[in-house]
């Protein structure tokens, strides 16, 4: 066997490996609920939103922005979480959206709100958002700060809450995954606080919380983190299927 086919060899059982431990790394991290039919997420006829930054946006398309359609999914978790619901639901004619902005930090999600959130008028709402608030300020593109992001969530969530008193609400931890292209130690202890900012504002308002940090930091003890991503915050194909995974052991 010549050397490239062994390496080829190596690397495609390394990735199963890896792959198949993707459901043992969710349950890990994630305590099973016993959910009643009387608490399902997901109604009949119900509308799913998936909002967020460019992680959620995974390269959708961007002019029609239908509902249950590839094209306006892109390819990352809110797809592959999209797709299963549809996928294991279709008596509940689910209709799901995703409306996330590549390189949108809280604030910017605001100004978009009324067209691409309220005006949907969604039963569950899915957020995944952060990183950009603190990675644009390293580049000198962002002068927020921790308390704007806690602050500017807050009045999201409440503006959200009046409008639509019944909505469900799935917020999702920002993350980062280390000895990667872009991410090192020194984001540890500024992400730590977004991330809490981030949970006190998932508990005043009772919401979902999907731990995407303890999940990614659990998964590099399975393979490699430029495996599940490359750069340390878009996640690579994997990394999409153990966001996805995590996302719907939440909610469902």
Request: proline fraction near 4%; glycine fraction near 6%; charge should be negative.
């Amino acid at each position: 066997m010549n050397l490239s086919r062994r390496n080829f060899l190596f690397k495609s059982s390394a990735g199963a490996a890896a792959l198949a431990s993707i459901p043992a790394i969710v349950s890990s991290c994630i305590a099973n609920e016993d959910k009643s039919a009387s608490t399902a997420v997901f109604e009949k006829g119900g509308i799913v939103l998936f909002q967020g930054d460019s992680i959620t946006d995974a390269g959708r398309e961007k002019t029609k922005e239908l509902p249950n359609n590839g094209s306006s999914f892109g390819g990352g978790y809110a797809f592959l979480a999209a797709s299963h619901l549809l996928n294991t639901m279709p008596e509940k004619e689910l209709l799901i959206y995703n409306r996330g902005i590549s390189g949108n930090k809280v604030y910017q999600l605001a100004s978009r709100w009324d067209k691409d959130c309220l005006d949907l008028k969604p039963d569950v709402l899915s957020i995944l958002i952060g990183v950009n608030d603190y990675w644009h300020k390293r580049n000198g593109n962002y002068d927020g700060t921790v308390e704007i992001y806690e602050n500017d969530y807050m009045k999201l969530l409440e503006r959200t809450k009046k409008a639509l008193p019944d909505i469900k609400l799935v917020l999702c931890e920002p993350f980062y995954v280390l000895e990667t292209k872009s991410v090192d130690e020194s984001w540890v202890e500024p992400m730590k606080q977004y991330q809490a900012a981030a949970k006190r504002v998932s508990e005043a308002f009772e919401t979902m919380w999907v731990p995407y940090q303890s999940i990614f930091d659990e998964a590099i003890n399975h393979a490699p983190g430029v495996y599940w991503t490359n750069d340390g915050v878009h996640p690579s194909m994997a990394g999409a299927q153990l966001m996805s995974e995590a996302w719907l052991k939440v909610v469902l």
